[in-house]
């Protein structure tokens, strides 16, 4: 069993709090596995680990076999590590075309080039544009991304984490503040995102979850709970009581 | 020893003009270049009352302050207001503008050269301790500006209005969801600001002269003090101040030759290492 | 992606407001043309000020004519701090607005940039406060009516070392007139026998004295040797000097007369009575001229005083009448030049003179006092040294 | 829309020369006809617009804040002069001197200037420039100090073109250098590069995450930059044939950030027209009013800045729009 993404008691504390703690998980390459908990279980902390964003305090990042622990977060890019923000950070400014260029740019080590223009690297070009086609932006693709909806603008986001060629992708929760009409089309792209990239999903919305992922890891203040199938996670008691129970005495 | 008075004083006297400086920029976001024009102004009043209308020097301070913020409210309910949400360089633009245009105005009304400035009695000679000769003039200005900086740090620290003031900066929309004025908290605050920077320039005189190039002349170290006293913060600016004023003093004094360069030296290393300042916030907006 | 509409609209406007521009300046007469370069804006802004008063002044007693010419006085500002305007000023009077002479530059830079266009243009440049010494040799057609920096510092220094001043201490401002005027002073005084007790150069941007102050109280000096630039600097270095009672404790001051010169004496105050410098003009100077120019100059201008920057002015315009009365009204810059080498007269300063080989002033510098003469501060002249040729030449 | 029928036009022509900015560069030529008096003048706006087109791509296309890049222009002013006034007057010499002079110094101080906030960056720029001020003005026998660097002997432009009265050299000298390098600029703002530039202003967080380098980028444009501003700094050096201490000073640093606000940030062009309407209203001002002729500039600055925000590009840019708009409509 070969794993995209591993962790090894990876830790993380902020003064007295511990944000992480000890988790050691393991993702399968080519899985959909999703990583579920409720708020404030150090979610958004442990991606910010896993892109380089953050410096653990103890343990180790390991992608594809290779200890990125120590790699910042454009090194660790390069080695096929791409995430999703879950507030949007794109490029007002810039449109479509050009923001997801500019991504392809960076992959292909174009991202010097000072001379040729932007619309001469027919590849990067032709690369961007198919992967708008794939994503259905091909209509808003010269259109500035400020004028965009929100729906379409979280396609942005993976589209421009795409563009790295990923061999991990981290979603940090794509339907987050979609509006319910605009999501069947963002859940049926992320569906239809290709078997070979590993995708790591960080999400609330159980049918979204359970709709896609086929592994799935429970994380409750900071550590792993338990991990398992859908089917396996679903009956299980202490899980039902972490989200039940939270729900009772909240 | 005595170095290290005359620092303290040029420090203090620093302080006066920079720390309206600091409360502009940081409390308000406000980049106001213009800020040594406001003390030029302060200067040219007091020299005005002193020479010209024989106010003793002791009422000429608090009537120049005043004077000078009311010069400030004008101008901040007229221009200023309209740029609270432009960006930092059309903030240095417009300020910059303002700076040339109170040159030359001062320029023709007062003439380009000098103001003379006569100090009472009491504030000039020495006062000699062993080891320690003291100008009577720069303690006066030692305890003034003391006294202020403690008056500052309660109103802001302490007082209803210093705290409607910082939630104002913090966040004008939810300052006004509770209540606050927010456009008479900023007018105030700005009035404040130019009435230190009028009292500063008035002290000033003695020191640093007066003529009409003196907005632009010592600008660069009200910035210095800014930036390395972190934006915003009183006790930053008092701190910065004294270390700025001690270490030019004291670099002019024992080196010579590089003296000038010890200040901008300092003041780079120290804001690559704490780029938002000594005391400044960690995000300074 | 460019803004293509907004480019046009910017090229139609620059061009509607050139044409109308260059309509303007086509007509010519015949008046005598004297171009000024000066500083009237910036921190030398009152140097510009002065030097204009005196040229004016020189119009207004002569008629507002020079050889029968009327005369036509084009001032134009070069800040005194970025030469490439004084060369931009220069150059645009000489081409554009077709002067037959050159005049003003405040400022040693300035008049440096603008030396090669009176060489090209072969036009007299007349230069009237500039004071480093090499400025003559900078073209031929250089003419200088002001005065030297080592032309003022040689005779304060032999005056000190004559008048029982063995010890000095010399203080002067980091830069390149403050390192000529300390090198001069060093070397005068020595001569004569004096000693140099110690030597500091202040930063140029300096607000603050006191730990000079406190040195020199320390090493006790019979005098100090000052030169910084002049303005607040002066004022506050006096005003520590006496804060800190070393007049008191029998330490004099000697000094180039830039430091006390009327336009700066009040804001100094009385702080500066008693303080001993050199310089080549003083308000109170008695001379039938002087008296004559001073009334002038109170009746144009009551708010400001007449000093020695406005007096270089006033001899500039001077110089001009006589040497163009010499040629007889040729202004051909070969015979102006000829004519004026060698041209002596009596100014409000008193007897001058343009030294024939390096076209620069002789004059006589006189040592004065800080007094108070009827309710006013004065430079009262009390020695003086005749016929002072720049040392600062070979 | 599929594949096959996507319009990609707009990214491929986007940098393609649009008839009004051929009209625009042809104003040198019409100013020198019109202008033969004020070609010093002229020279000195080329120049001036040069060195702001320096500040435009650090300030406008990669958000790095400075009050000092006085710094860059000085150095390569001094570099240039003294290479000159050593013997060796050739002008394009003194250009690649400063050029690589200046870009020495950008690449050293830029790891200073990527980290912390806009006014870290100020100060820290400005500290550097107020350092190398007092340094030159401390050699006073190497840079002649405050009285400034004599001797500077301009051997002719290509052998031929003597550097005279009229200027008439310098200019074409200054206009031909300006047109290179705003070619050179337009190209790059329009490259990959110039593109990872505008994502790096419009979002600095973003980038690491596609996996762009953004410090290297930041030192690579700021080193660019300061290339820009010593050769610039060299023009007006050799066409002045003198160069005094103020060509390191603050105001210079000061004067041409407004000059750079003033025609708008963040498009070549409002750099190169900043420095057209502010020299221009300078000059204009000065000769009818040569004491207090900043009291109309300044109140020019605050006028601009109230109503004309982000610039005379913005200003023209919203004009442009409400006549595209009444165009539109019209159609």
């Excluded at chain 1, 442990?46 to 977060?73: C, K, M, S, W, Y």
């Excluded at chain 2, 300042?277 to 995000?283: E, K, Q, Y």
Aim: aromatic share 8%; proline share 4%; glycine share 10%.
């Amino acid at each position: 069993m070969d794993y995209a993404l591993q962790t090894r008691n990876l830790a993380k504390n902020f003064g007295g709090f511990t944000a992480t703690n000890n988790v050691s998980l393991n993702v399968e390459a080519g899985a959909r596995h999703a990583l579920i908990g409720p708020n404030g279980a150090g979610k958004t902390t442990l991606i910010n680990l896993l892109t380089g964003f953050l410096e653990p305090t103890a343990g180790h990042v390991i992608l594809q076999g290779e200890d990125v622990t120590r790699l910042g977060q454009h090194q660790r890019v390069k080695r096929g590590l791409a995430r999703t923000f879950q507030i949007n950070r794109l490029f007002a400014d810039l449109t479509v075309l050009e923001s997801v260029t500019m991504a392809v740019n960076e992959r292909l080590g174009l991202g010097a080039r000072f001379w040729k223009p932007v619309g001469a690297h027919g590849q990067a070009v032709e690369e961007a544009v198919a992967l708008l086609d794939s994503l259905r932006l091909l209509d808003v693709a010269h259109e500035k991304t400020r004028s965009l909806a929100y729906g379409k603008q979280r396609l942005i986001e993976i589209a421009l984490a795409l563009a790295m060629k990923p061999r991990v992708l981290l979603l940090d929760e794509p339907a987050a503040g979609v509006p319910t009409t605009e999501s069947r089309e963002l859940f049926e792209s992320i569906a239809a995102l290709p078997r070979d990239v590993t995708i790591l999903l960080i999400e609330h919305d159980m049918d979204l979850v359970f709709r896609f992922a086929d592994r799935i890891s429970v994380l409750v203040g900071g550590a792993l709970l338990t991990h398992g199938t859908p089917e396996v996670i679903a009956n299980d008691p202490k899980v039902r009581e972490v989200y039940l129970g939270e729900a009772i005495c909240a | 020893m005595t170095v290290l008075f005359d620092g303290v004083a040029s420090g203090m006297l620093l302080f006066l003009i920079s720390v309206g400086l600091s409360v502009t920029l940081g409390l308000m976001n406000f980049v106001n270049l213009a800020h040594g024009a406001f003390a030029m102004v302060g200067g040219y009043l007091c020299v005005l009352l002193l020479n010209r209308v024989g106010v003793p020097f002791l009422a000429a301070l608090p009537l120049a302050a005043g004077l000078t913020a009311l010069v400030g409210v004008v101008l901040e309910r007229t221009l200023y207001r309209r740029l609270y949400t432009a960006t930092h360089l059309d903030q240095v633009l417009f300020s910059i503008g303002l700076v040339f245009m109170s040159i030359a105005a001062a320029q023709f009304l007062f003439g380009a050269q000098q103001q003379p400035l006569t100090l009472p009695d009491f504030l000039r000679g020495q006062i000699s301790l062993p080891g320690l000769d003291m100008g009577a003039y720069r303690l006066f200005l030692i305890l003034l500006s003391l006294v202020i900086a403690f008056g500052l740090q309660r109103l802001v620290g302490g007082t209803r209005f210093g705290a409607e003031l910082r939630a104002s900066v913090d966040n004008p929309r939810a300052a006004r969801g509770v209540g606050i004025n927010v456009e008479r908290v900023f007018t105030l605050t700005f009035a404040l600001g130019t009435a230190l920077a009028g009292l500063g320039g008035a002290l000033g005189v003695e020191m640093l002269g007066l003529d009409p190039g003196f907005p632009v002349k010592y600008i660069v170290y009200f910035l210095i003090v800014v930036a390395v006293g972190g934006s915003g913060n009183i006790t930053g600016s008092l701190v910065a101040s004294l270390i700025l004023g001690v270490l030019d003093v004291a670099g002019k004094y024992y080196v010579p030759q590089i003296g000038a360069f010890v200040i901008y030296a300092v003041m780079v290393v120290m804001l690559i290492f704490r780029p938002q300042g000594l005391f400044g916030r960690r995000a300074a907006r | 992606m460019q803004p293509r509409t907004s480019i046009a609209w910017v090229t139609a406007a620059l061009a509607a407001s050139a044409l109308s521009l260059a309509a303007h300046s086509a007509w010519a007469a015949d008046p005598l043309k004297v171009g000024l370069v000066l500083p009237m804006s910036g921190p030398f802004a009152s140097y510009g000020k002065q030097i204009e008063h005196g040229a004016r002044l020189y119009l207004q007693q002569s008629g507002g004519t020079i050889a029968g010419r009327p005369v036509e006085l084009i001032v134009k500002d070069d800040t005194g701090v970025a030469p490439e305007i004084s060369k931009r000023a220069a150059q645009e009077l000489v081409v554009k607005d077709k002067v037959d002479v050159l005049g003003g530059f405040g400022l040693t830079p300035s008049a440096f940039a603008a030396a090669p266009i009176a060489t090209e243009a072969k036009k007299p440049m007349i230069v009237m406060n500039a004071a480093a010494s090499a400025i003559t040799t900078k073209s031929n057609y250089v003419l200088r009516v002001s005065h030297t920096l080592p032309q003022l510092t040689a005779p304060i220094a032999d005056w000190a070392v004559k008048n029982g001043i063995r010890k000095v201490y010399t203080l002067v401002a980091d830069f390149g007139p403050g390192h000529d005027a300390e090198a001069q002073f060093k070397k005068t005084f020595t001569a004569g026998g004096g000693e140099i007790v110690g030597e500091v150069r202040t930063p140029v941007k300096n607000p603050d004295f006191a730990p000079f102050l406190q040195k020199i109280k320390d090493i006790k000096p019979d005098a100090v040797f000052l030169f910084v630039p002049p303005g607040e600097q002066t004022v506050a270095f006096m005003k520590g000097f006496v804060e800190r009672d070393l007049a008191k404790a029998g330490i004099r001051i000697v000094a180039t007369g830039d430091l006390t010169e009327e336009d700066i004496l009040d804001a100094v105050g009385d702080n500066a009575l008693g303080l001993i410098t050199s310089l080549q003009y003083s308000e109170v100077h008695n001379s039938p001229e002087n008296a004559a120019y001073t009334r002038a100059y109170y009746a144009a201008y009551p708010k400001d005083r007449p000093n020695y920057m406005s007096v270089s002015g006033f001899d500039g315009m001077q110089l001009i009448a006589r040497t163009l009365e010499k040629t007889g009204g040729d202004v051909t810059a070969d015979k102006f030049m000829a004519a004026a080498r060698g041209m002596s007269w009596t100014s409000p300063r008193g007897s001058i003179a343009i030294d024939p080989d390096t076209r620069d002033i002789t004059q006589t510098i006189y040592i004065r006092k800080v007094e108070r003469v009827d309710g006013k501060l004065q430079n009262v002249e009390f020695d003086a040294v005749a016929n002072v040729r720049d040392p600062g030449k070979p | 829309m599929s594949l096959a029928t996507f319009d990609l036009t707009p990214l491929r022509r986007a940098d393609r020369w649009h008839p009004a900015e051929l009209a625009f560069w042809l104003l040198p030529v019409a100013a020198y006809l019109v202008f033969p008096d004020n070609l010093v003048l002229l020279t000195q706006i080329a120049i001036t617009a040069l060195f702001c087109l320096s500040l435009d791509l650090i300030l406008g296309y990669a958000g790095i804040v400075s009050l000092g890049h006085a710094a860059f222009f000085g150095f390569g002013a001094y570099a240039a002069g003294l290479l000159a006034a050593n013997g060796i007057g050739d002008p394009l010499a003194g250009l690649a001197v400063a050029a690589l002079a200046s870009a020495a110094l950008g690449f050293v101080t830029s790891f200073l200037v990527l980290r912390g906030s806009d006014l870290t960056r100020l100060m820290v720029t400005l500290g550097i420039a107020m350092m190398l001020y007092e340094v030159a003005n401390k050699l006073t026998d190497l840079t002649g100090g405050v009285d400034g660097l004599q001797g500077i002997e301009m051997t002719p432009l290509l052998g031929r073109f003597t550097f005279d009265l009229y200027g008439k050299t310098a200019y074409w000298y200054a206009v031909a250098v300006l047109f290179l390098l705003f070619w050179a600029a337009r190209k790059l703002v329009h490259s990959p590069f110039g593109l990872s530039l505008k994502g790096i202003r419009l979002n600095v967080a973003r980038m690491p995450a596609i996996g762009a380098p953004v410090n290297a980028r930041l030192s690579a444009i700021y080193t660019i930059g300061a290339a820009y501003a010593g050769i610039a700094g060299a023009l007006l050096a050799q066409t002045t044939q003198f160069v005094a201490l103020d060509v390191l000073s603050f105001n210079r640093s000061a004067e041409l950030m407004l000059i750079l606000v003033l025609g708008g940030s963040g498009s070549l062009y409002g750099a190169v027209i900043g420095a057209i309407v502010f020299m221009s209203a300078h000059h204009v001002l000065s000769d009818m009013n040569p004491e207090y002729w900043q009291f109309w500039l300044g109140a020019l600055l605050v006028v601009v800045v109230l109503f004309a925000r982000d610039g005379v590009m913005g200003g023209l840019r919203r004009l442009s729009h409400a006549a595209g708009g009444l165009r539109k409509g019209a159609r």
